[in-house]
């Protein structure tokens, strides 16, 4: 959800956070679709695909008080690393054979 002084968001933009929306919480591992967490706000390229509880519960949310975080010892720089291999993985498997 966009706030009202945030710039519009682009249709690359939007093609990108939709297929981050495809792939797996980073840090559960439930089931697409996901929702895409903004790691910083307005930044929609830098997204992470999160389950609804992992990002807004309020005991496991990243946004509450992080607990799954904290047991999977994950953060949102670990999560866009692992979110940007997911989408490349194509590309890399092929530049390494």
Request: net charge positive; with cysteine.
């Amino acid at each position: 959800m966009r706030t009202k002084n945030s710039k519009a968001i682009t249709g690359a933009e939007s093609d990108h956070m939709q297929r981050v929306k495809e792939l797996p919480c980073s840090v559960c591992g439930a089931p697409g679709p996901s929702e895409a967490h903004h790691i910083e706000q307005g930044m929609h390229l830098v997204v992470i695909p999160l389950c609804q509880d992992c990002h807004r519960g309020s005991f496991n949310g990243i946004h509450g008080q992080r607990r799954m975080w904290l047991v999977t010892k994950k953060t949102e720089l670990s999560c866009l690393n692992e979110t940007i291999r997911k989408l490349y993985a194509d590309r890399l498997l092929a530049r390494s054979a």
